[in-house]
């Protein structure tokens, strides 16, 4: 069984800055493919970076220049730096994990990340 557990959500001012952090565990194959998507309020889940375990990264259009996505693989846990936070980017923001060849899909619970204007 494979855990996913977000931390580093809060509230921050129009402007700051935030780092989402996710603890993996459990039986996670070198195979992999780690992300972040969020989902406000009356929308659906949008995919906001993924990493693979080669280290490519994806993003969407409206984060590149101010996310970054990495990954520690010694210690299984995947990283979000926020920049230039802005209101749009109020969310719950979801850790992903897409295990080994068959890519089984996991998720984290989630964590609130709120920008006040």
């Known amino acids: 069984q494979v855990q996913l557990v977000e931390s580093g959500g809060g509230l921050v001012q129009a402007g700051g800055s935030l780092r989402l952090s996710c603890a993996a565990s459990?039986?996670?194959?070198?195979?992999?493919?780690m992300g972040w998507y969020r989902q406000a309020p009356g929308k659906q889940r949008e995919l906001v970076a993924v990493?693979?375990?080669?280290?490519?990264?994806n993003y969407a259009d409206s984060v590149k220049g101010r996310f970054t996505i990495s990954k520690d693989n010694a210690k299984n846990t995947l990283y979000l730096q926020m920049n230039s936070l802005k209101p749009e980017d109020t969310a719950v923001y979801y850790c992903?994990?897409?295990?080994?060849?068959?890519?089984?899909?996991?998720w984290g619970q989630g964590t609130q990340v709120t920008v006040s204007s």
């Open positions: 990493v693979a375990n080669g280290g490519a990264t």
């Open positions: 459990g039986n996670i194959f070198n195979i992999n493919v």
């Open positions: 992903n994990l897409l295990n080994g060849i068959f890519k089984t899909p996991y």
